[in-house]
């Protein structure tokens, strides 16, 4: 797959600003003195649905419209924030969303779907088991299926990371959550189209280290479970496409435990006063967890996004 150059961001730009405001990068004082570096964040948690998967699918459905003018509805499967994103872009651009998720998924998150107009299909433990049931029953229901990787997701996507490294000069690092691809993969879009030697790091839960292990073996690494609490990178079968991409433009991908995670969750709220699900917080775990490498340096956060269930919520309050 071939990057969106910066001509191409841009076009998306400009179908995403027609929905939403660009977001914050916000430098917060106390993320700086408790990691010893410039720490700016990106507030991909204050886009209409708390995460930067919005943005991709305002661009996929704005392309979907344009180039197959046939196609009446669209069927995706999720743990919750491409879930969100689907039905909330296909409503604007007058599609049905059908959207298959794993049984016992985040009940908020499920909530959030049905109020965008999503209609919500139980099936399987996990994402990849969903989002394999999903490939056949949209072909059943004669629907457009929604991959969670794909050209216009990433050029969607992607158009945080020009605000970001435009808005917030000279970053040394940017560390960004991986789940399926699309986040980390716009991110290096936006730097090499931008021309710019930022270092990009992916960060996932020891709990799901599929793209970790991937990386590290330079192909495709699936594991048996993906069990964390940041559902949105409880991914165990990696994208090939996403993967390549990220061999290539990628420092290295950090892995951090669960309780990492919720600390973290924890330390955005009382430092900055924003709540982040597991996903969102789980870069400023790895930054704590690099704390050394990376003293004195100017570092991006992606924070996306801010949608954790109240149950999770507690556990954070409780810490």
């Not at 990849?128 to 004669?142: F, I, K, M, T």
């Not at 990787?149 to 040394?172: C, I, M, N, Q, S």
């Not at 400023?284 to 990376?294: F, S, V, Y």
Request: aromatic share 6%.
């Amino acid at each position: 797959m071939e990057l969106p150059d910066l001509k191409e961001l841009e076009a998306a730009a400009q179908v995403v600003y027609g929905h939403m405001p660009p977001t914050p990068q916000i430098c917060w004082p106390l993320l700086c003195e408790r990691t010893g570096a410039e720490v700016w964040v990106k507030h991909e948690n204050h886009t209409p649905i708390g995460a930067f998967k919005v943005r991709g699918g305002l661009v996929y459905m704005d392309a979907l419209r344009r180039q197959q003018p046939e196609v009446r509805g669209v069927l995706t499967a999720t743990r919750g924030n491409h879930g969100q994103s689907v039905p909330l872009a296909a409503g604007k651009y007058g599609f049905k969303a059908v959207v298959v998720i794993p049984h016992g998924n985040n009940p908020e998150k499920n909530a959030a779907m049905r109020a965008l107009g999503a209609e919500l299909v139980e099936h399987g433990d996990d994402f990849q088991a969903a989002a394999e049931y999903a490939s056949d029953l949209a072909v059943e229901r004669g629907l457009h299926f929604v991959g969670s990787f794909h050209p216009w997701l990433v050029g969607g996507v992607g158009t945080y990371a020009v605000e970001f490294l435009r808005g917030v000069k000279d970053l040394d690092t940017v560390y960004v959550p991986i789940g399926m691809g699309s986040g980390i993969c716009g991110l290096i879009s936006a730097r090499d189209a931008l021309g710019l030697k930022t270092n990009i790091v992916g960060v996932v839960s020891e709990n799901a280290a599929a793209y970790k292990l991937s990386f590290e073996k330079g192909q495709v690494v699936a594991t048996n479970s993906a069990d964390t609490l940041a559902d949105g990178v409880a991914c165990r079968v990696p994208d090939g496409e996403a993967l390549a991409i990220i061999l290539k433009g990628a420092r290295r991908v950090v892995s951090v435990s669960d309780d990492a995670i919720l600390a973290a969750m924890g330390h955005y709220l009382t430092d900055t006063h924003n709540l982040a699900e597991g996903a969102g917080a789980i870069g400023l775990a790895a930054l704590l967890k690099e704390k050394d490498a990376m003293k004195g340096k100017k570092v991006g956060l992606v924070l996306s996004g801010g949608n954790a269930d109240r149950a999770l919520i507690e556990r954070v309050l409780k810490q």
